[in-house]
């Protein structure tokens, strides 16, 4: 049974930074490309960053430059650096292990909020 656990969430001011973990369990991690994606009160979810199994990485316009999606295998983790943050990147942000086009497992969310 896959399980993707996020931690790193929280209240940050304006301009501070956060990281974001994902530990994976029940899967190969190695061999599957990773997703973080958010969502905001009354928006739909939103991908934010995608990193390939061998470590290609694709990010949303709006964090580009601020936001940096890395893997340590041996963990079985995947992080998301957010530096520079701003109030709109205040939401509930998932973990997505990317098994096909069209399968895909999550974990439960961790709250982001950032405010002063």
């Known amino acids: 049974q896959v399980q993707l656990v996020e931690s790193g969430g929280g209240l940050v001011q304006p301009g501070g930074s956060l990281r974001l973990s994902c530990a994976a369990s029940?899967?190969?991690?190695?061999?599957?490309?990773m997703a973080w994606h958010r969502q905001a009160p009354g928006k739909q979810r939103e991908l934010v960053a995608r990193i390939s199994s061998n470590g290609w990485t694709t990010y949303a316009d709006s964090v580009k430059g601020r936001f940096t999606i890395s893997r340590d295998h041996a963990k079985n983790t995947v992080y998301l650096q957010m530096k520079s943050v701003k109030p709109e990147d205040t939401a509930v942000y998932y973990c997505?292990?990317?098994?096909?086009?069209?399968?895909?497992?999550w974990g439960q969310g961790t709250q982001v909020t950032v405010s002063s």
């Open positions: 997505n292990q990317i098994i096909s086009t069209t399968v895909g497992y």
């Open positions: 029940g899967s190969i991690f190695s061999i599957y490309a």
